[in-house]
Each structure stands twice: as C-alpha cells, then as structure tokens.
C-alpha cells in the first residue's frame, strides 16, 4: 500500500515538474518572440542596472520617455527598455549575459569584475572627446523662446561656455569617476555623484537642545549626543543619539582615520605620487613608524569608540536597513548615509503619520577642531570630495547593434537641462556643469576643501592584513576588547599575513602582462593597419600610448617594490619591538615566495 | 615615417577580426582571420591577413602556438611587405624571442628597430621595452646608464613631438623619471617630469599621472632640492589644472605658503567649498600675509 502511495505522489511530482519546465519554456518563448516584435516595430536599446533605491528608475524612465519622444519627432522609432537588476543578482546576471553573448546594449558599471571592461565593453575615450551636440541643440531651443526664466537664463550662460567643449569636459569631474587606470581608458558615462552626509532630526533637535542647528565641530557632536542620551533618561524614552549599524560605524571609522592619519599617508609616501600604497603603508610597518601604537593612529580609534557610546547597543549585528528604520521612526537624533538613501528615507517619514513625521537636517561630518584637548594636536582636517566622481556610470556593451542610438541616448541625458531633470526626480547630485541639485541635495554638493588617504594597516584591498584588521578593530570598537588587547594581537599577528599579502602584490602585478602585451599589440597593429588619414593616425598612436603605460606600470611593478624595500632595509631602527616584527615578516616571506 | 599607400578598402572580415582581436576574442578573430585569407582581394590584406592570425597565434591566452606564428612571420617577411608592416614583425618577433627566453635575439631585433624607425612609435614601443628589459633593478648604475642612452637617443629625434601629436614620448619620459627619481638623480627625473606634463596632458596620457607627476616634482623641489618657490608652482599647476584631484587642497595651501598664488588667483579659480573664511584663514595662517 505505501508503495503504490509512494508511485502516486512520485507521478504527481513528474507531471509538476514537466508543468513548471513546461511554463518556463513557453515563458522563455513568449520573451524572445516579444523581443524580436520589439526590434520588428522599432530600434530597441536594452539598458540594465541596480539602482533599486526609490525616484532612481522614474528618473531614468523621464530620460528614456523624453528621447523616445525625441527620436520620434526626428522620424525613427526608438524603444529604449529599462532592467533594474537587485545588487545581489547583479553580477551573475550580467556575467551571465556577458559571456553568452546576450548582453544588453548599456550595461551600469559595477560589480562585476573590471577585466570584463577590455573584453565586452568598447572604450569610449574617442566619444568623449568631441563635444556634446545636444548642448548646441539647446542653444537653439532656448534662442526661439521669447523670454527666459531665470533658471534658463542661467543655464544659457552654461551652454555657451560648454557648446564648444569636449563631453568630458562638461561633467564636474571631467568623467574622472569613469576612468579606468588598468586600461588607461573611458568605458562609461554616468549621471550622479554622491557623497556621505549626517541626516538629523530637526524637530527632536529642537524639543532636546532648544534649537535646530546642527553640530559645528566633533565636540559639539559630542555634547548634542549627550544631551540627547541625558533627555530620553530623563524621560524614560528609548532615544539614540545616533542611529548606527556596522555599516555606519564604518564610515565614521574612515572618515575620521583620515582626518586624523592623512598627513601620515602624506609620510609614508615614497614616490611623491600624492598616495601611500599599501606597500608604503607597509614599509611604514617595517620602520616602526606604523604601528598600532601610533598616537595619531590610537587618537583615530578612541573618536571612534567615543562616538560609537552613542550608538544602539549590539549595533554590531545591526543591518543598515534597522538603523534608517530607527532614524525614520524619529527614534534617533542622527545617522549617517549617502545622498542615495535621501529620497528614500524622505519618503519614508513622509509616509508616516503626520505627528510621527519631523524636518531632516544635513550637515557634513563634523571635523575635530584643532583646539579640542584630545585629539586637536592631530587634526588634519575633513577628507576632501574633489575626487567624488561621475557615479552611475553605464558602459555600451560590444554585442549592441546601436552603438551610435546609445551614445545619443547618454548625450541626450546628460545636458545640464536633463542630468538636472533626472537627479531632481531621482533626488541624487546631478554632475554636468549648468545642472542644478534640487534644495534638499544641495548639502551633499562635493566639497573639495580637505586632504586625502590614511594610515590603515591594509597592504592590498581585500587582502590579509585588512581581514585581520576588521577581526580585531570591531571588538574593541564594541566594547568586548580593550586597546592593548586590540594593539597586541594586531602587531603580533601582522607579520605572516602582511607577508602573505606583500607576495600576492609582488607576484600578481605581473599576472595580468600577458592580457596586457596582447592589448598592446592590438594597437600597435592598429597603427599600422587602421586608417592612414593624419588624424585617425595620431588617434591610433595616442591608444597606443595609453594601453602602454598599465602595461609600463605592471613592467616596472617588482622593481619599484625591490627599491622601496631597499631604501626601508637602511632605515629599520634599532629596537626590539621591531626588529622581531621584521624577522616574523622576513621569515614569513621567504616561506611565502617557496611555495 | 613609412606610410601605407592608399587602396582599396578593407575587406569587412578582416575588420571584424581586428576588432575581435582588440576584445582578445581570439577564437573568433582566428576565425575571421582565416577567413580574409581565403579571400580574393588586394595582396596587401592578405598579408595582413596573415599577421593577423600569426599574432593570435602568439598572444592567446591558452594553447599558444609559437612555432606557427614565426612561420607564418616568416611567410609574410619573404614576401616583402611594405616596410612598417616588416618592422611590425620584428616588434612582434621580438617578443616571441623574449617568450622563449632568447634575451639576445629579442635585443637585437629591438636594437634593429630603434635603429632603423625611432622616429616612429614603432620604433618607441622598442625602445621602452629595451630600457625595461636591459635596465637592471631601480636605483642602480646600470639603469641611469641605460637611461642615459635612451635621452641622447631621444634628443636626436627628427621629429618634433607635440601636444597634439606627442607620439610615444611622454610615456618614454615618464619611464626615464621613474629610473632617475629612484636613483636620486633629481635633476634629470625633473627634466623628464617637464617633459611627460608638457607634452602630455589628460587626454593623452591620464589625468591621474599628470597630477601625480606634478606633486612628484613639486615635492622634489620642496624637500629634495630645497627650493619652495619652484614647488610652489607645480602645486599651483595642479590646483588650476587638476581642480578635481584629491591632492588640489593640499596643493592649494601649499602653493600659498610658497606664495605662488595670490588671493584673486586663487578666488577666481571659484573651488567648491573654498569660502572666503577658510582664504582668510589660508593666507594669514600659511604665509603671514593676506593681499
């Protein structure tokens, strides 16, 4: 009997699974069928990314609406199809399509590995030199206007100024943000920028502290935040002074590491490149300058610890969503973000009940003045936004049949008019010059006042050193560790990872020479087999010189390490503490280079 | 220079399988390759054609085939090719040479290379592979020595390089600075240095090397060489030219300190985030003065 009931549901389960494989392939059949209808009625550009985050997707869809419209008037029928694809399944999706050959036309860049660029994705360095013609079209547009608004007439004077210039160049950073080192090229053009910011709540500011004004210095944070606790104590409310996760608690860690430790990086710099490496940082090590010993480098974990008094308890185990659950909920005085969670949670507290709802207030992360008692003697000052790049990048992929109607599509969106319209309704920074961020947005406008780079003990990102860094720096943050716990077993555990770390570095700049030297013999075969005429011959020489000089880097990569390493052997003191982490780190090594 | 003559255009197969190749697509460029070579079309994209394909040879990632690369080389050498096309092979036979750890005949290709076309980037390409290969570790004597070689050989060119048309030389330079700077020749990495960040520019070269070029000369004159006014205006270099670098702050106190920008200069540049307070607090704090 339980045999046959056994065979029973075995068929069921057969004749579901044939239903389901069933469905999928008719579904399957069903997408291509649309597609090609799609591509039968007009030209269709597929665009994919992972900006989930509210406003973001109708912002995009205002763009695509508006060129559509566009194309039409000009009489060609242009379908432009929007994917948001969740951040988790992102890569694999666009893994998946990349090397199947069925990739969308524009692709947003990101989270995929960056090799994938020299392979599927055409640099658009050349593009973006020659200017953008729909600058001129606005000129135009705007000269048959009668009379100008004000806001008009503030961005004629823009269009005037950038008509002429190439399309990098109308962007705030020069499309620096999508520059690609490794390839020496341009893949991508982006719409946004975005920085990080302190969100408070205006209305509890002002019924604790009797005023709305934000914090101008770290002390005065620090004074607000005590307050804050002294009143929800007082009322026997549940009230955090700052609302924080892991996720927070990480950008507070950077951010003052870098006010406190920047001019070290400034040191420990070798090359005079403006930027202490890891294997400068390392070296630093071998020196005994860096050590977790450090007073400046101890002053930027006790800011840390000091605000972290502030935070939920167990704010370890705490996801970003819970603590912007927190502040939305008027439950906390501040909370720091980027200018990506501002529309999101603006609309969240909107959708609240009106006496649940309150003022969000921005102001940048309070710097430590240089008279505060404790760690004024090392403040160096904010870190600087110069380099907030052009975000929300999209490369053109090589499977597009439209590369041209692509490339109209990211000129079209980026007019000062447009990037405006679109970061307007997506309520993120827009990055063309002439472009205007709505009021709200304006407090995260890049501030380029402030200094670069820190003395973290990470050697390469991702590495060893920066695992082991996190293992122990987060207890002691949390309260389960103290400093000499937290000093002693980071100095005594670095040498074999920093070892470990230092070989990958050493021996992986020359893995990837020789995808380099192929690339390089593309363009040299380019220049002598491509078009003769003297322009599009110097275009060909000038990427040629461009794909050489990652190739030079990578080439020279082991020599400059040996130099550096040389110069440090002469300069190791004479103290015990560390000479024995340099005989650790040195055994260590030569175990790592044996195998 | 040897330029290609005019002709016919370019079979769309052949052009297919060079952008293949740019892709490092090489199973298809191969196919693509081979299919131009069966064409009936102008000789010289035959011969093409037939580097092509020796080059995927050559430079795929797996499965390499040496030997039928250099033969293929070969065939196209006997054929007399046009004369940047046969220079092209030795760059490329060169490497093949280097490959097989044949150090010697690699070098004298390249030796024949710069010889006979330096003024070419073919012949540049050459000679940056040749000072990286015969240079020895950085901070040696034998590295000045190979770098000395390559500035009189520089400094003899016939052409005159520009912004415009830099050929390969910025990036010649960039690597000569390189040797002289951690050879504590400073002099001589200064010179080079001008001439990578005056024949090069952004769109060149990058923007992120010609910032840093700059902080590393600033740098040398203010802590090597002691000369802060010299400094004073390669950071000043970088705050107009390179406004979205992370380093312009610190380049704009310094290149106050060093007096080498006035107040109205430096308000007319419009930094975001430089008010006038933190002006007033620059010019009177870093060099005592507030014009």
């Known amino acids: 009997m339980a045999k046959s009931d056994n065979e029973g549901n075995s068929k069921y389960i057969n004749l579901l699974g044939l239903a389901v494989l069933l469905v999928c392939y008719v579904g399957a059949i069903w997408n291509v069928v649309k597609a090609k209808r799609q591509e039968e009625r007009a030209d269709v550009i597929r665009i994919v990314h992972w900006q989930l985050e509210l406003g973001v997707r109708d912002g995009l869809q205002a763009m695509i609406d508006k060129f559509e419209i566009y194309k039409a008037e000009q009489g060609q029928a242009v379908e432009v199809v929007q994917i948001p694809i969740p951040e988790r399944a992102y890569n694999q999706y666009v893994t998946t399509q990349l090397i199947g050959g069925t990739a969308p036309d524009m692709i947003q860049i990101g989270f995929f590995p960056m090799e994938y660029l020299g392979r599927y994705f055409y640099p658009l360095s050349n593009e973006i030199q020659k200017p953008n013609p729909f600058i001129a079209e606005r000129i135009v547009e705007l000269s048959q206007k009668e009379s100008l608004t004000e806001a008009e007439e503030a961005e004629s004077e823009y269009l005037d100024i950038l008509v002429d210039k190439p399309w990098m160049d109308t962007f705030r950073d020069g499309l620096r943000g999508q520059f690609r080192p490794d390839f020496q090229e341009y893949f991508g053009v982006g719409f946004s920028t975005f920085t990080v910011r302190m969100y408070y709540n205006k209305n509890l500011f002002k019924k604790v502290l009797g005023h709305d004004r934000a914090p101008s210095s770290f002390e005065e944070l620090i004074d607000f935040s005590n307050q804050i606790v002294a009143y929800g104590e007082k009322e026997n409310i549940t009230l955090l002074p700052i609302a924080s996760s892991k996720y927070q608690a990480r950008v507070f860690r950077y951010l003052y590491l870098g006010e406190i430790t920047s001019d070290l990086a400034r040191e420990y710099d070798m090359d005079y490149n403006g930027v202490a490496d890891g294997s400068e940082k390392l070296m630093a090590m071998l020196r005994g300058d860096l050590t977790p010993w450090n007073e400046q480098y101890a002053a930027s974990i006790d800011v840390v610890q000091e605000l972290a008094d502030f935070f939920p308890r167990g704010f370890m185990s705490m996801g970003r969503e819970d603590s912007g659950f927190a502040f939305v909920q008027g439950e906390a005085g501040m909370i720091t973000s980027g200018s990506w969670d501002a529309m999101s949670y603006l609309k969240k507290i909107q959708d609240q009940p009106e006496e649940s709802r309150f003022e969000v207030g921005i102001f940048d992360l309070p710097p430590i003045s240089k008279t505060h008692p404790k760690y004024g003697a090392f403040a160096d000052g904010r870190r600087s936004e110069a380099a907030a790049g052009t975000g929300f990048g999209f490369g053109i992929t090589r499977f597009t049949r439209n590369f041209d109607l692509c490339v109209e599509f990211l000129q079209f969106s980026t007019t000062p008019q447009h990037n405006t319209e679109l970061n307007e309704i997506a309520k993120w920074i827009p990055v063309v010059h002439g472009s205007v961020p709505s009021g709200f947005l304006k407090n995260f406008e890049p501030n380029s006042v402030g200094y670069s780079g820190d003395a973290s003990f990470a050697v390469m990102t991702g590495g060893k050193v920066t695992l082991l860094e996190d293992q122990v720096y987060w207890p002691l943050i949390s309260g389960d560790s103290t400093f000499e716990t937290y000093a002693n077993d980071l100095w005594n555990k670095l040498p074999p990872e920093a070892a470990t770390d230092y070989k990958r570095m050493y021996q992986g700049s020359t893995e990837s020479i020789p995808n380099r030297q192929a690339r390089r013999t593309a363009y040299l075969a380019n220049v002598v087999f491509g078009d003769q005429d003297p322009a599009a011959r110097t275009a060909a020489e000038i990427q040629l010189q461009r794909s050489l000089q990652p190739l030079m880097q990578f080439q020279t990569s082991q020599k400059t390490l040996d130099r550096k390493m040389e110069i440090t052997l002469e300069q190791i003191p004479d103290d015990e503490k560390i000479q024995e982490f340099n005989q650790n780190f040195f055994k260590a090594l030569e175990r790592e280079m044996s195998q | ?291």
């Not at chain 2, 012949?123 to 040749?130: C, S, T, V």
């Not at chain 2, 700059?214 to 090597?224: D, P, S, T, V």
């Not at chain 2, 620059?282 to 060099?287: A, D, M, P, Y």
Request: some cysteine; proline content about 4%.
């Open chain 2, 1 to 291: 220079m040897c330029l290609q003559p005019l002709r016919a255009e370019k079979p769309e197969v052949l052009v297919n399988a060079w952008q293949e190749y740019q892709f490092l697509s090489m199973e298809t460029a191969e196919i693509y390759f081979k299919q131009a070579l069966a064409l009936d079309t102008d000789p010289q994209y035959l011969l093409e054609a037939k580097v092509g394909l020796a080059m995927v040879n050559q430079y795929k990632e797996q499965g390499q085939d040496l030997e039928t690369a250099k033969k293929l080389y070969t065939q196209v050498l006997e054929q007399d090719p046009p004369t940047e096309m046969r220079q092209l092979i030795f760059s490329f036979l060169a490497d093949l040479h280097l490959s097989q750890g044949e150090d010697e005949e690699a070098l004298e290709l390249l030796d024949a290379l710069i010889a006979e076309c330096a003024n070419s980037v073919i012949g540049q390409d050459a000679l940056i592979r040749k000072v990286i290969l015969t240079m020895g570790p950085y901070g040696s004597e034998e590295s000045v020595a190979v770098a000395d070689e390559a500035v009189s050989l520089i400094e003899n060119l016939s052409i005159e390089p520009t912004q415009a048309r830099p050929y390969l030389i910025p990036l010649i330079s960039s690597l000569l600075g390189g040797i002289y700077f951690w050879a504590d020749d400073f002099e001589q990495s200064l010179a080079q240095s001008e001439i990578f960040t005056t024949l090069g520019n952004a769109e060149t070269t990058s923007y992120g090397s010609q910032y840093a070029a700059l902080y590393q000369m600033a740098k040398i004159y203010e802590l090597e060489l002691n000369q802060p006014e010299k400094a004073g205006v390669y950071y000043r270099r970088i705050v107009e030219d390179y406004p979205n670098s992370n380093i312009s702050y610190y380049a704009l106190e310094k290149a106050i300190e060093f007096k080498a920008m006035t107040r109205s200069e430096v308000e007319a540049l419009r930094l975001p985030g430089v008010t006038p307070e933190i002006l007033t607090e620059l010019f009177t704090i870093e060099s005592g003065e507030d014009d």
